[in-house]
């Protein structure tokens, strides 16, 4: 299963601050990865300092945010490898997996049992397939031959070790069945452990075992892992490290990494937008509701991979007013509509008609299930397209968990039909939006932010509302005459007041105050009728009006024919050895080595780092292996450091000439280096990854600016922007409406800082000068954006626009302090390379706030004016 660019992100962030922490220790890694500029914003109001607790005084506690959908178990599987080379240097590590329920434990368990699972496929990689699943229950199967020869998982609940009366709990209990690891074990007398009541000996117990074993912690819906008793408890198990995983972190949860929703939706994880709809009645929400999903039914054999959509009916409890049970829903769906009853399932506390049914084979009837609050926790089928709730959106709060069930995308990638890449809601309400409000507030705990949150709502006509669009959108008769000075001056006055009428500079706020003064039908109208009014009012986009964007990419010569400029393809045809770019050295600036006592010191291009083999506070597990060789050393290396673009034999010919130099220029002893073989490992690959930027660089160079390069722009197969190009993103949402942005006002993507950012006010001066007819903001990393090719990467920059004489002006914006580093200069280098191979139909420039006493506007002016000869 391979990962997406966000989970990569995620566990590459977890190796770089377990890299530091080796270094300068835990709370200074903590702050030194947090303060990257990246980093820093996509956190931002979950940055705090460091939270230690002293039950785990200088151990690694961080927690990684991933929305719901975003597969935070493939991440946990991954990230034990990262701690167990990079933090705790084990071949096996012991791991505790903590799940926040007995029904996700026994799934998680299943799943990690199961061969054919890609969980458990991911273990099998990480570890050679030497890793043994076991369930809490089967703790006392463990056998100490298991923890020596493979990575031994162990999952659980928090709940079983989180007892104050040790002695009463199963855990901590004295058992004959472990005697045999403790035998064996020099440590049994460890300070920390619990003992038996005589003090003789320690308890044999799975807890003391876990201590000794210092495992990794894995825990999931950390969010609910934050008491003193689950400090307490985590001392009484000596963890080496603490990877937590959430979709809601909390401020002393650590948060090191948080992944946006967008990007969960960018990389076809999860169903956006969706689209909901808010009614009066549930008969005819319900019958909306059954009419999309057959809809999505038909469009779904379309599809070339079994697809079955289904509906999620969200019974109301028996205490609410309105009194549509699950015994009321169901005869109504049977007996009124006329729906076969083998197609419905009810799963309620009592009813639990799904229990050993795959609702994924073909053969599965279920199209409808009926629930109140039962699929809440451990049900997960991306079948699941659309919602029905009729219990009240507002305070119940298993409907936040019933979305996340419509959300998830099946086989984890888009369909080709575009309804069947959104999610459907249809719910009741009282008054107009406030059912959408509500739910971009639940939003918030499945880990969405505040902005993303709303754009992924998509409020859509019901009947009501088709209904009063059609009589005059503008005008409200209102069954009681309001006071003059009651209704905003942006509103218009009729037939004493009892006619109101919008006007086009009548607001959101101006309709807000109003709606308060009206009974909630009347606000229901008000609302409706001014929704519809404003999108009248509202031109079309250029997009929505046919206007064409496009812009001619660029094309180099490789094995005889034009391909795309991309800088990966590129370095795939360029024949690089690593030899070339690396001497098979590592000088003592780079990698030193002093034994120090009974550890070592090392130090890595001048950093300090201490290994110590005895010491509890500072020591990590250390394995000694008999009878190595530099034979068996080269060949861990290489099996540690595999490359794809370097073929094994030079790759271990030229390992062989690095540790020959350290054992024969520096006369290092093949002990130490044994000993201290993850740092090793560590130096050396961070040696590989500068020879390969270096020879990325000398390939994107001999490509583009060597003499006999053949580069050229292609006008006939161009980059084309199109209407629904962005959908699903998340758009600017402030108050300064934009003119001529391309996608129209309402679809102007996100920027970085704000509407208080340099990049917004950039956004601005395009909008507002004469001589451009209309621009785009273009969304960095976005597949459908645009980008040009880099020594190591895709440059996407910021905007792109159509000038009224139809050239393209190509814009990226820098802050001051950006402007001439070595990243821009090369970004400015291959734009302008870009425009001169367009003979004057292209134009680029990287504008600043101020450059040469020019503001953008007129550094823009000046590009857009200036011809070249």
Avoid at 214 to 229: F, G, K, M, T, W
Avoid at 489 to 499: H, K
Avoid at 625 to 630: A, H, K, L, N, P
Wanted: proline share 4%; aromatic share 10%; net charge negative.
């Amino acid at each position: 299963m391979k990962l997406k660019t966000y989970q990569l992100s995620a566990i590459d962030v977890l190796e770089r601050f377990l890299k530091k922490c080796r270094i300068i220790g835990v709370s200074a890694a903590y702050e030194a990865i947090t303060n990257d500029s990246e980093i820093a914003e996509r956190l931002g109001k979950m940055r705090n300092k460091y939270v230690n607790w002293n039950s785990i005084e200088d151990i690694p506690r961080v927690c990684i945010k991933i929305p719901t959908g975003g597969g935070k178990t493939i991440v946990a599987a991954h990230a034990i490898r990262v701690v167990a080379n990079t933090w705790c240097e084990r071949e096996y590590p012991v791991v505790l997996w903590f799940c926040p329920s007995e029904t996700i434990r026994r799934q998680t368990s299943e799943a990690l049992k199961n061969p054919r699972h890609p969980y458990r496929m991911v273990l099998n990689e990480q570890f050679s397939g030497s890793a043994i699943i076991f369930d809490i229950e089967d703790k006392f199967h463990v056998k100490p031959a298991d923890m020596e020869s493979a990575a031994c998982i162990i999952v659980s609940t928090i709940q079983a070790f989180r007892q104050r009366q040790t002695d009463k709990y199963n855990v901590y209990k004295d058992s004959e069945y472990l005697e045999p690891h403790f035998i064996r074990s020099k440590t049994n007398a460890h300070d920390g452990m619990e003992k038996k009541e005589c003090g003789s000996r320690v308890k044999y117990s799975f807890a003391n075992l876990l201590f000794q074993h210092r495992p990794i912690v894995i825990v999931d819906e950390a969010h609910n892992v934050i008491s003193d008793l689950s400090q307490e408890l985590l001392g009484r198990i000596n963890p080496s490290a603490i990877v937590e995983l959430t979709a809601t972190p909390r401020l002393n949860n650590n948060t090191v990494y948080n992944v946006r929703a967008s990007e969960l939706k960018k990389e076809e994880m999860i169903k956006l937008p969706i689209e909901l709809r808010e009614h009066l009645g549930w008969e005819h929400a319900i019958d909306e509701a059954i009419t999309k999903r057959a809809e999505l039914e038909e469009v779904a054999k379309g599809e070339s991979e079994y697809l079955r959509p289904i509906l999620l009916f969200q019974a109301q409890d028996r205490s609410n007013e309105v009194n549509v049970t699950v015994d009321v829903l169901h005869s109504h769906l049977v007996e009124t509509l006329g729906l076969p009853p083998h197609e419905i399932a009810t799963v309620t506390g009592e009813q639990k008609e799904l229990d050993g049914i795959d609702i994924f084979d073909r053969s599965c009837p279920i199209k409808y299930i009926i629930t109140v609050e039962a699929l809440k926790e451990g049900w997960d089928c991306s079948f699941a397209y659309v919602l029905c709730s009729l219990a009240n959106v507002q305070s119940n709060t298993a409907v936040e968990q019933l979305l996340g069930r419509v959300m998830r995308m099946p086989y984890a990638k888009n369909r080709k039909a575009a309804a069947l890449n959104k999610a459907y809601a249809y719910v009741l309400s009282k008054s107009f939006g406030d059912a959408a409000s509500s739910l971009v507030r639940k939003l918030g705990n499945k880990g969405f932010d505040e902005t993303e949150a709303a754009a992924s709502i998509e409020l859509k006509q019901s009947e009501l509302w088709d209904l009063l669009s059609r009589t005059e959108i503008n005008k409200v008769d209102l069954a009681h005459p309001l006071e003059t000075n009651a209704i905003p001056a942006s509103i218009m006055i009729e037939n004493e007041g009892q006619t109101i009428v919008f006007t086009q500079e009548t607001t959101d706020a101006d309709v807000a105050v109003l709606v308060e003064k009206v009974s909630s039908d009347k606000a229901f109208e008000i609302q409706s009728k001014f929704s519809s009014f404003k999108r009248q009012e509202s031109k079309p986009s250029p997009a929505m009006s046919g206007s064409s964007f496009s812009i001619p990419q660029l094309m180099m010569h490789l094995q005889n024919e034009f391909v795309l400029a991309d800088p990966d393809v590129i370095f795939e045809e360029f024949d690089w050895d690593i030899s070339e770019y690396a001497e098979a050295t590592l000088k003592p600036h780079e990698f030193k080595v002093e034994p120090v006592g009974s550890g070592f010191v090392i130090e890595l291009d001048g950093n300090r780092l201490s290994y110590s083999l005895m010491s509890k506070q500072t020591s990590l597990p250390f394995v000694e292996v008999e009878g190595w060789t530099s034979i068996n050393l080269i060949l861990w290396l290489d099996r540690k450091l595999r490359q794809e673009d370097i073929p094994q034999p030079k790759m271990i010919n030229w390992l062989r000439q690095v540790i020959q130099y350290l054992t024969d220029d520096r006369a290092m002893s093949l002990s130490t280096l044994m000993a201290t073989r993850y740092a090793l490992a560590n130096k050396i690959n961070a040696k590989i990854k500068t020879a390969r930027n270096l020879a990325r660089t000398k390939a994107f160079q001999t490509s583009f600016f060597m003499r006999d390069a053949r580069v050229m722009l292609d006008f006939d197969s161009k980059f084309v922007f199109d209407e629904s190009m962005y959908d699903g993103e998340v758009m600017y949402g402030g108050s300064y409406r934009f003119q001529k942005h391309y996608l129209g006002a309402s679809k102007v993507p996100v920027f970085s800082g704000g509407d208080i950012g340099e990049e917004f006010a950039c956004a601005q001066a395009l909008d507002a000068i004469p001589s451009i007819k209309y621009w785009l903001r273009n969304i960095s990393r976005h597949k459908r954006s645009f980008w040009l090719p880099t020594s190591s990467d895709k440059f996407y920059p910021d905007f792109v626009a159509v000038l009224e004489d139809d050239r393209i002006l190509v814009v990226e914006y820098k802050g001051g302090h950006l402007a001439d580093n070595q990243d821009t200069k090369e970004k400015r280098m291959i734009g302008e390379f870009w425009e001169k191979q367009s003979s004057g139909q292209c134009l680029f420039i990287v504008v600043e706030k101020t450059k040469d006493n020019l503001t953008v506007t007129d550094q823009i002016n000046m590009k857009i004016t200036t011809r070249n000869p």
